[in-house]
């Protein structure tokens, strides 16, 4: 098993946490005996966390799955995960792959929200035309699960606090190129439910929200990472915006498993929203948490309104219901403050910064 920023030795911070994901009564391994699963997306977050977790389930359980990943840059896919077969392809231009296929989980799709903005065209047409040919893959194998990663930007725009079921939607403008990205995850969705509706792909879908943990780069955009960046390097934690909004965030362990129990349990056709509910919390308030009880001071948190407020959204509020993931035994393991402690902890000892 190789980690993400590993140099020598066992990450033992990613090691607890594979341990922990084995540990989950709620998933079946046995399901994985002799199995084959592909993964598009291994090098992203989430994929490289649960790349990792299926081997060394694998490893541990005598389970002889076989991992397939589809990647882009097999020099880096090399380096995170060397024990592991690729196929080297962008995911909409994937035909064929020798054998067969068990299980699927597509997490392919752009992510950096300067991207959207400067690239909406190939966002949407990425996510779209990537997530049709894993489908159409899907149903070729005839696989007994498929699981699309989709995002809690599929909400759009919430504007009042309120207990956010699977069906309950905000307002997305179509024509604002940054919702490019949101307006494309409601369309792969809207295709996995179609493909489960006209050809019985059991296809299902795991509505993620921000994720924290072990294996997020030291210099990713997001404002999660941000913060670590400035708790680590004893810098002041500067907002840009009032920073009144507030959602969920979930663990990089707590997503596999969330995942996988959706992939062995959910109900093809279904969405099924993954967050922790108790680390629902403005950005703000993420950021004092940060700054008192993590960083014990030596990061105090500031406000800078000097930028145009036009370049950012309105605040939203995402306080996500996980009553349908729960229904299948799912439970989070770590909350917000542990989150980022762990992640801290991992960058320390196993990333260059």
């Known amino acids: 098993m190789a980690e993400r920023g590993e140099t020598n030795g066992v990450n033992e911070i990613l090691?607890?946490?594979?341990?922990?994901?084995?540990?989950?009564?709620?998933?079946n391994w046995e399901k994985f005996r002799n199995k084959t699963i592909l993964i598009t997306g291994a090098t992203g977050l989430i994929g490289f966390n649960l790349v990792n977790a299926l081997s060394y389930a694998s490893?541990?359980?005598?389970?002889?799955?076989?991992?397939?990943?589809?990647?882009?840059?097999?020099?880096?896919?090399?380096?995170m995960l060397p024990e592991i077969e690729f196929v080297v392809s962008d995911v909409e231009k994937l035909r064929e792959i020798d054998?067969?296929?068990?299980?699927?989980?597509?997490?392919?799709?752009?992510?950096?929200?300067?991207?959207?903005?400067?690239?909406?065209?190939?966002?949407?047409?990425?996510?779209?035309a990537g997530t049709i040919n894993m489908l159409r893959i899907a149903r070729a194998k005839d696989v007994s699960g498929f699981v699309y990663l989709s995002s809690m930007e599929a909400y759009g725009?919430?504007?009042?606090?309120?207990?956010?079921?699977?069906?309950?939607?905000?307002?997305?403008?179509?024509?604002?190129?940054?919702?490019?990205?949101p307006e494309s995850k409601r369309m792969c969705e809207a295709m996995c439910g179609?493909?489960?509706?006209?050809?019985?792909?059991?296809?299902?879908?795991?509505r993620l929200v921000m994720t924290i943990?072990?294996?997020?780069?030291?210099?990713?955009?997001?404002?999660?990472?941000?913060?670590?960046?400035?708790?680590?390097?004893?810098?002041?934690?500067?907002l840009k915006t009032t920073g009144l909004t507030k959602r969920c965030y979930l663990y990089t362990a707590d997503a596999v498993t969330a995942i996988l129990a959706i992939l062995l349990k959910g109900e093809p056709g279904h969405v099924y929203n993954a967050a922790n509910p108790e680390t629902y919390c403005s950005v703000r308030e993420m950021a004092e948490m940060l700054s008192r009880e993590?960083?014990?001071?030596?990061?105090?948190?500031?406000?800078?309104?000097?930028?145009?407020?036009?370049?950012y959204p309105p605040p939203r509020f995402l306080k996500l219901d996980v009553s349908a993931l729960k229904s299948l035994g799912w439970v989070p393991s770590l909350n917000l403050r542990d989150m980022y402690i762990r992640t801290i902890d991992y960058m320390l000892k196993f990333c260059n910064h």
Do not use: W
Not at 220 to 234: G, L, Q, T
Not at 294 to 310: E, F, H, I, P, T
């Open 213 to 238: 943990g072990p294996g997020l780069p030291y210099a990713d955009a997001r404002v999660c990472a941000d913060f670590i960046r400035c708790v680590i390097e004893k810098r002041d934690i500067v």
């Open 194 to 206: 179609a493909y489960t509706h006209e050809y019985e792909v059991p296809a299902k879908i795991a």
């Open 59 to 79: 490893d541990k359980f005598g389970l002889g799955l076989k991992i397939i990943a589809v990647v882009r840059d097999i020099v880096k896919a090399r380096q």
């Open 294 to 311: 993590v960083s014990c001071g030596r990061s105090d948190v500031k406000l800078d309104l000097s930028l145009d407020a036009s370049m």
């Open 15 to 27: 090691r607890e946490d594979m341990e922990r994901i084995c540990a989950s009564r709620f998933i």
């Open 157 to 181: 725009h919430i504007g009042e606090e309120r207990l956010l079921t699977e069906d309950d939607l905000g307002y997305i403008d179509p024509l604002n190129p940054r919702n490019c990205y």
């Open 99 to 128: 054998g067969p296929i068990d299980y699927v989980v597509h997490g392919a799709s752009p992510t950096a929200s300067k991207y959207f903005l400067t690239h909406p065209v190939e966002t949407i047409t990425t996510s779209l």
